[in-house]
């Protein structure tokens, strides 16, 4: 093994980041460069943007293909996931200055 594959990361992140966010619903938008991965917390008759993640097309690839392997390791242990069902009404999202 080389000096590059033995390297380890040291990964921060404060106590609130850890606590993580509640999102139940997820917008993409892309360019050529990237992927804009917006996730709400949706409680009618309104929602909230709870973060925005940016990235790469071929990260994108990748963590597909992670949830998928995930899905699958899931459901193998906890029995098949339905698919949530689209909103029923067309969403905005209207970003505040």
Known sequence: ???????????????????????????????????????????PPQGTLTSRVIMNPGHVKRMIRALQDNIEKYEGKFGRVAEAQAPEAPLGFNPQP
């Open 1 to 43: 093994m080389d000096q590059q594959q033995r390297q380890q990361i040291q990964i921060k992140a404060s106590d609130e980041e850890l606590k993580g966010k509640y999102s139940n619903l997820m917008q993409i938008t892309h360019t050529q460069e990237e992927f804009v991965l917006d996730f709400f917390l949706v409680i």
